[in-house]
């Protein structure tokens, strides 16, 4: 098998230990806080994501910013220069143009070098639950797979993972476009916490509504125990706006009712969280 290498734009999170090891690489972002252009690197290189929800947390004006097809060739080309294969995740082609801005470069640099490639996929997910993808990336490498072979694993299996969100600020929901500024209104006279689901397109959706914050994560834990296999174990990630409290204590109740899911809580990315704003929580994790 040819070598080849994983990376991840930082629109996913993936464990630490991953990068850490060498397994898979991240590819930067940048996002706008205030009219000035920040980079996200989830390192000590970019901007410090607990500063960022700081931000959040004050209702400073910000946007993200999709990676163009120059800026990923730039990226890449190195990489094919030196004879090395690229097979990177990229964010949901649903919420954002980065992938087809991706596949536009994958193109150009396939045309160009004959012995090596860049493959990038459409996660058609985001935050933790791109992790999960990620991490089945690292193990189909792992056991050997070719990059053609690891693609098409990964083309099937983004479809078996699952998200549900709790969103506490219907502002940030309204700035992205996703409810109204009317809805956005009588929500927060009546402390309405929507919860947010991926569709099988990649976008996403409001599937259920509830009064404040213990409703909502009863909500969570039904929609997960709903849609998973709770008889083997399974990855489960949660991602949090940096309110690891509210994340504790989601984690100990999908363990109460799941004695079997292996768990990572971190960080959730600021690519994400721009949009879904202060307390946010993503649960992600394998459907039946």
């Avoid at 500063?51 to 004006?61: C, D, I, L, N, W």
């Avoid at 990177?88 to 490639?117: F, R, T």
Wanted: hydrophobic share 40%; aromatic share 10%; with cysteine.
């Amino acid at each position: 098998m040819k070598d080849y290498l994983l990376f991840m734009d930082v629109s996913g999170d993936v464990d630490k230990r991953f990068v850490d090891q060498g397994k898979i690489s991240l590819v930067p972002m940048e996002f706008v806080i205030d009219g000035e252009v920040k980079l996200y690197t989830d390192d000590d290189k970019g901007m410090d994501p607990v500063e960022f929800y700081e931000f959040v947390k004050k209702k400073v004006p910000m946007s993200t910013t999709q990676i163009s097809p120059s800026k990923w060739a730039e990226y890449f080309e190195p990489y094919l220069q030196a004879g090395q294969s690229v097979l990177c995740l990229c964010l949901s082609s649903g919420l954002s143009n980065s992938y087809n801005s991706a596949a536009a470069a994958a193109q150009e640099l396939n045309a160009k070098y004959q012995d090596a490639k860049f493959v990038p996929v459409d996660s058609i997910r985001a935050t933790g639950i791109t992790g999960i993808i990620a991490e089945r990336m690292i193990l189909n490498k792992d056991n050997g797979m070719s990059i053609d072979e690891n693609f098409a694993d990964l083309e099937q299996f983004k479809h078996k993972t699952l998200a549900c969100a709790y969103v506490d600020d219907l502002d940030s929901l309204k700035r992205g476009g996703r409810i109204s500024r009317t809805v956005a209104f009588f929500g927060g006279l009546m402390d309405i916490k929507p919860l947010i689901q991926f569709n099988a397109d990649g976008t996403l959706s409001v599937w259920g509504k509830q009064r404040g914050y213990k409703k909502s994560i009863a909500n969570m834990i039904e929609y997960y125990l709903d849609k998973t296999d709770t008889e083997h174990v399974q990855k489960v990630y949660i991602t949090h706006a940096n309110d690891v409290n509210y994340a504790n204590e989601l984690a100990e109740k999908i363990k109460e009712v799941n004695p079997n899911a292996d768990i990572t809580i971190r960080l959730l990315s600021p690519i994400i969280g721009v949009h879904l704003g202060p307390s946010a929580m993503v649960l992600g994790f394998v459907g039946k």
